[in-house]
């Protein structure tokens, strides 16, 4: 299996720059702010996943608008398809990868800088949710 991959190029003016990636393709976007907060969506596609749960994010590249799907697969593993791209990974490495882009956004940055830059409030309830869920997670991997 390609070890799937998300990361948060940038934020700025209301843009997100995104990028979804395994070791045989890769899709580059840049969602805008409205109509949806796709990041927070993201979040909440991540802990669906944990929860087994599956997720369609619609992000809004102004003019056309395309889907993220999320779907489970078989014990640990999920598929998400994007534009003509499938990728394959594991739900856990999915929602820490989300979880990272947060933290490390945080971390460089102040939460006000994110909402001026995204123009959404930084989704603090989400990333803590989803921060639980992975301990959560762990914590059974841990015991089997």
Known sequence: MNEFSICLDSVSNGWATLTFADSDSSITLEASY?????LSEL???AIRL????????VMNLEPQEIFL??????????IANI???EFIG?????ARQVLKMFDAYSYLHDQNSYTSSWRHPYPLNLVNRLRQKIAAQ?????EN
């Open 83 to 85: 534009e003509d791209c």
């Open 69 to 78: 799907a999320l779907i489970p697969s078989g014990k640990d593993e999920f």
């Open 43 to 45: 979040l909440d596609g």
């Open 90 to 94: 594991t739900r856990l490495r999915f």
């Open 50 to 57: 944990l929860d087994g749960r599956s997720s369609e994010i």
């Open 34 to 38: 409205v109509p949806n907060d796709t």
């Open 138 to 142: 762990k914590s059974v991997l841990e």
